[in-house]
């Protein structure tokens, strides 16, 4: 079993910036990337960000030039820095394991952001 715990998230007003982090402990041994995905209440999730044990991330175009994924040497920690937030970007923001396999085995218990004035 992997636990990831989220913490960060809460009012932010649209410019503003703001750090989420994410904490894996347990099996992190089966852990192939990391990733940030996050939800609006009625649409599906959305994947927002990944990041190799290498550090090699990838990001959705939304925020692309805004957003910036990291990781810990250990790569026990996990951090999602945001600037430059709108309020498209309100929803509740998820950290996430993906396994060798492909598969997303692993979730946090989500933390919510909220962009607005």
């Known amino acids: 079993q992997v636990q990831l715990v989220e913490s960060g998230g809460g009012l932010v007003q649209p410019g503003g910036s703001m750090r989420l982090s994410c904490a894996a402990s347990?099996?992190?041994?089966?852990?192939?990337?990391m990733a940030w995905y996050r939800q609006v209440p009625g649409n599906e999730r959305e994947l927002v960000a990944t990041i190799t044990r290498e550090g090699i991330a990838n990001y959705i175009n939304s925020v692309r030039d805004r957003f910036a994924i990291s990781i810990d040497k250990a790569d026990t920690k996990m951090w999602l820095r945001m600037n430059d937030l709108k309020p498209e970007d309100t929803a509740i923001y998820y950290c996430?394991?993906?396994?060798?396999?492909?598969?997303?085995?692993?979730w946090g218990q989500g933390t919510q952001v909220t962009v607005s004035s």
């Open positions: 996430a394991a993906i396994l060798h396999d492909g598969r997303t085995g692993y």
């Open positions: 347990g099996r992190v041994f089966v852990i192939d990337k």
